[in-house]
């Protein structure tokens, strides 16, 4: 019998997201069970500072160890638009409306920027993580959530919706944010892998 493996707790109402955290953590050994809860949503331009505060709204609350996360496209172009309005952006104009921004510019630089709030014996770390990109011109690809269908990342031809799960967690924001969480709570928790 193998020992039981140590769960960690997301609190994200995005399907697409908990798909890739589930995926991310599991292959650190962790089990990953959905919470809903509600959590402070503040609106700031920094991304940490939003899963931060949401992380700590949620001390006390939430079992531990927790996971919140924020995250963003970033348009070099557009000074950085969406950013950490990116939710609110998909929602309202979705893809077809940033392609219509981006229509004719030539700069198409853009990167996905994700950070990730551990809460862990009664305190919040935060870990980042982003991957250079390009917007495409159409989009392209039925897989991944969200902006997936525009975002090519950098040494790539495939954007993020044509990549396999594997393929976008290879090189995601959210997967490097939550790798570096994920051996910092291994190391904490004494399972050193
Ligand atoms: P929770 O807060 O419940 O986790 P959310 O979707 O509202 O879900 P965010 O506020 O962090 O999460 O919004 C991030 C948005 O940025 C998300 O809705 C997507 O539109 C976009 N986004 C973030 N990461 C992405 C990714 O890996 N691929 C495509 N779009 C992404």
Do not use: W
Request: with cysteine; hydrophobic share 40%.
């Amino acid at each position: 019998m193998g020992a039981e493996k140590p769960v960690i707790y997301v609190v994200s109402e995005n399907p697409g997201k908990l798909r890739e955290i589930r995926f991310v953590l599991g292959k650190f050994g962790f089990e990953v069970e959905p919470l809903r809860a509600r959590k402070l949503e503040i609106q700031s331009d920094d991304l940490e500072e939003v899963a931060r505060v949401a992380a700590e709204s949620l001390l006390g609350r939430a079992p531990e160890p927790f996971v919140v996360e924020d995250s963003g496209l970033f348009i070099a172009s557009l000074r950085g638009f969406p950013g950490p309005y990116s939710s609110y952006v998909y929602r309202t104009i979705g893809c077809e409306g940033v392609l219509k921004l981006m229509r004719g510019v030539e700069d198409r630089r853009a990167k996905f920027v994700c950070a990730a709030a551990l809460g862990f014996n009664g305190s919040v770390s935060v870990f980042r993580g982003e991957v250079e990109g390009a917007i495409s011109e159409e989009p392209r690809g039925r897989g991944g959530f969200g902006f997936d269908p525009i975002f090519v990342p950098l040494g790539h031809a495939k954007t993020f919706a044509e990549m396999t799960l594997e393929e976008k967690c290879a090189v995601s924001h959210r997967s490097k944010a939550l790798e570096t969480l994920a051996v910092y709570l291994l190391e904490r928790l004494n399972l050193h892998r």
